[in-house]
């Protein structure tokens, strides 16, 4: 269970830190990332909300992927990489709690990547990957799953007639919408994405925003992005990291036009890139 | 003008044109050199394979092809079927041997070795096996399996010699090609809460599929081309045909061997070269259309 906090933790606003547990969908305390012994993320506070879209932007090389990674536990993954310290409360949940099972953690929160890539099959198994691994059929047909997540990211009509063929002949941004579907199709209760649109067209980017406000409603998310426009039509809340070291967390609103920071400032009114 | 133009410009560009035209005429000379050395590459196979239609041709038949070795001394009349059937099975029971223990070793080394340190020790030493003369399999083979394990010269200990020649390549064929699949499909894979396991069966083999193959071919190729290892080890100078485990069989590359150093025949030694040539040739056009089939799943 949470703990009840201070009120006024570190760069968590307030209104944040005193919503009901039961909104809370992610509460990062203290984490600290080390990379070979580098340290990546040092003492970062991060809190998101249900039915939010929660931004982290920050310069390059600021530990903005590290810390998604955590958040689903595919930080492990990488050799030489370890949390140091701290917890992540993934609804009330300690996410490296002791026997908890990170395939499963993976399944709950999906993760949407940079560049998307389509596995060696037909469009119609991309979809089913994770559904045939984790048998959450839960009462549904394979035709009602793949078209229920196919037209959940706008894909159904485009490709309902060729669900047979493999998935590497879509474009880039047909595919990153598949590779969205192929994590729906998990029933994941977040999703996270790392600069989901920095492989895409303008045209591709809209459609993938227009999804994420599209899917808020029903599910909290955490994006990852270089664009800070991106990051002011999208978010909620912003949080901003820099070094590994989280800045400030606001309002996106606040934080575009009243950062308390000034690095913060300095990089969202474009003074240092 | 228009002259004049181009030679201060490219004056301007290289300093002179008199060095200008020197650099244009290395240039041309490295192209020369290039496409003659890749012009080898073209011809020596098919200056051998030529050679072996002209020389080998006229003695293939459907009888040479079935019929077992005739006349006095053997094999200057009849066919060669034996041996044909021999390299065939000999093949068969080294590659059954040698290819799951190769892809289980490669997929080790490659998704599932945590110490860099030991696959790097495992590598290192399969690299040495890859290149241990095959002379040294024959006699490792007639030592331990033949005379040790008291299995006799026999198609087991021969096929079993095979397995040994195939698994190093086969297992550095499967690693490589698993290394070549891009990270970003592990990534996102296991980031779907997949274990390992179903992700390797069903993303990476695919990706890596045509790698495998063509490392199927060099080891076939390779082990079935090869005189040394069954020398001591299965073949034998003459059978009637039929095999068993415990029979030794007659191979092409040894009845090739026998029909030149004893000198029975030149004309059936090339039709048995032949033979030999075309049976790889069609294996390996066989194995490229199953690469081909994989087709988009594989991509």
């Known amino acids: 269970m949470i703990v009840p906090m201070a009120m006024t933790r570190y760069h968590v606003p307030e209104e944040v830190c005193d919503s009901p547990a039961s909104e809370r969908i992610f509460d990062i305390r203290d984490l600290s990332v080390t990379f070979n012994g580098r340290p990546v993320l040092q003492k970062v506070n991060v809190m998101a909300l249900n039915r939010q879209v929660l931004a982290i932007v920050g310069p390059s090389g600021s530990g903005k992927s590290t810390l998604l990674r955590t958040m689903n536990r595919t930080l492990e993954l990488t050799r030489d990489a370890r949390i140091i310290s701290g917890d992540i409360h993934f609804k009330g949940e300690q996410l490296y709690g002791n026997g908890t099972d990170p395939r499963i953690v993976r399944k709950r929160i999906c993760m949407v990547h940079q560049k998307p890539v389509a596995f060696p099959m037909s469009i119609e198994e991309n979809v089913l990957f994770g559904v045939r691994f984790h048998k959450n059929w839960n009462g549904r047909t394979k035709d009602e799953i793949v078209q229920s997540c196919l037209e959940r990211v706008g894909l159904w009509n485009e490709v309902k007639d060729r669900l047979s063929e493999a998935a590497s002949r879509l474009s880039v941004g047909q595919l990153q919408r598949l590779c969205i579907a192929r994590a729906l199709a998990n029933d994941p209760e977040a999703i996270l994405m790392d600069e989901p649109c920095s492989a895409l067209d303008p045209v591709s980017t809209g459609r993938i925003e227009e999804l994420i406000l599209a899917m808020r409603p029903h599910l909290p998310i955490i994006i990852v992005t270089h664009n800070l426009a991106q990051a002011r039509r999208i978010s909620d809340q912003s949080l901003f990291l820099s070094d590994g070291k989280s800045l400030e967390q606001d309002t996106t609103e606040r934080i575009f036009t009243h950062a308390v920071n000034e690095r913060v400032r300095d990089f969202i009114t474009g003074k240092v890139g | ?299």
């Not at chain 2, 040479?64 to 041996?83: C, H, M, N, Q, R």
């Not at chain 2, 190769?102 to 399969?126: D, H, M, P, T």
């Not at chain 2, 290394?179 to 990534?187: F, I, K, L, Q, T």
């Open chain 2, 1 to 299: 003008m228009h002259d004049a133009a181009a030679k201060s410009l490219s004056a301007n560009v290289t300093g002179s044109s008199e060095t200008y035209r020197a650099s244009l005429l290395r240039d041309r000379l490295w192209r020369a050199a290039l496409w003659f050395c890749g012009f080898i590459g073209f011809l020596l196979p098919v200056a051998i394979i030529g050679y072996l239609i002209i020389e080998g041709l006229r003695f293939v038949s459907w009888q040479f092809l079935t019929d077992y070795p005739k006349g006095s001394p053997l094999g200057t009349e009849g066919g060669i079927w034996p041996a044909v059937e021999g390299s065939l099975a000999l093949a068969s029971i080294g590659l059954l041997v040698a290819f799951p223990l190769a892809l289980g070793g490669g997929l080790y080394l490659s998704e599932y070795g945590r110490s860099q340190r030991f696959n790097k020790i495992v590598r290192f030493l399969v690299e040495c096996l890859a290149a241990v003369p095959s002379i040294i399999f024959g006699l490792f083979g007639y030592a331990f399996l033949v005379v040790f394990l008291k299995f006799g010269i026999s198609l087991i200990a021969g096929g079993l010699v095979l397995a040994l020649i195939m698994f190093p390549i086969l297992l550095i064929a499967v690693q490589e090609s698993l290394r070549s699949v891009d990270e970003a499909y592990r990534e996102m894979g296991l980031s779907l809460g997949v274990t390992r396991f179903y992700l390797v069966r069903r993303v990476l083999l695919r990706k890596a599929w045509r790698g495998i193959v063509a490392g199927i071919v060099l080891a076939v190729g390779h082990a079935v081309g090869s005189a040394a290892p069954v020398l001591f080890t299965a073949s034998v100078y003459f059978s009637k045909g039929g095999l068993g485990l415990d029979r030794p069989v007659m191979t092409l590359p040894t009845h090739l061997y026998n029909l030149v150093s004893e000198a029975i025949s030149f004309d059936q030694a090339f039709g048995t070269a032949l033979i030999l040539i075309a049976g790889l040739l069609i294996f390996n056009a066989s194995a490229m259309l199953l690469r081909r089939l994989g087709g988009g799943f594989t991509q």
